[in-house]
């Protein structure tokens, strides 16, 4: 569950707080609740991604004055990446501009943070010992914490990301295995060898018009499994444009990939992480053929790294 705060400002200047909390999907809804804590007005939020604007429910306090006004603009802003076509104005230089060098310091994604590290390691860990992949390309990689783990370990890992500046961000031991890119325009191709592409934290970043071509490079690519920690409702994040259900991502996915569902997998990757509403681990398989079974699949949710 997600409790999100922000500063609201009254028309006479007085300073509250907006408080949002839940995230919990139904079908193609999430829900939340809000307070403001300024005149105590309150209610429900709901997020159908299907349509254009979120429905909010005024339950306390009054609704025709001005404040109120402020305060439903705000929270229709802070739900936009749930709606459909909410970011296709979004420009690809704007981006980039995102992710520069103090977002991914910000985001303890370069700067060896301990949490981070250990975090990267109970992924790794669990890739390892219930996937067992052989050549790993990491897809929005930042300083590619995940890339030096599986490297340390044996694996044929590198990485890639939207960073500019990834050659300075990086790690300098694998900075070598890291290349600058998007996921529509992967800088690897099939020749590479890869078997399996994971992507943490990367899908909610991704322009919704641009999910198609990203999972077309997928394919390209080979790769027999995509390994995603998917956010599903983390509106509160940075760069998070693209919030939708787990199943909105598995008819994306489809016909090319399937996540599996294979009983004795998600019980190990069950035991290897702890469980929330905020995401969730998906494995996709590639579809050899639309007879073909999917032979393994996590579809748990995992508690985020810190921001």
Known sequence: M????????????????????????AGDECVFEFTETLRGVSGVVRCDWRKDAPDIEVHVGITDTVDSAALIAQLAELMRPFFAGAFADVSRSELRSLYA?????????????????????????????????????????????????????????????????????????????????KVTGIPFGPEDGFDTLVALDVFEHIPEADVPAMIDEFARLGVKRVVALIALCEFQCAGHITLRPLHWWDRRFAPRFRRCREGEVMGAMARAFETSVDKYLAVYDLVESELAPASCVAGLAVHPAPR
């Open 2 to 25: 997600i409790e999100a705060r922000y500063e609201f400002r009254g028309s006479d200047g007085a300073v509250g707080q907006l408080v949002v909390r839940g995230g919990l999907w």
């Open 101 to 181: 060098g103090d977002y991914h310091h910000s985001q303890n994604y370069a700067n060896n943070h301990p949490y981070e590290t250990a975090y990267k390691k109970r992924i790794v860990d669990a890739l390892l010992s219930i996937l067992g992949p052989r050549k790993v390309l990491d897809a929005g990689c930042s300083a590619g914490e995940v890339v030096r783990q599986l490297r340390e370990r044996g694996v044929d890992a590198w990485g890639f990301d939207l960073c500019s500046d990834l050659d300075v961000i990086g790690y300098p031991e694998v900075r070598d295995n890291l290349r600058q890119g």
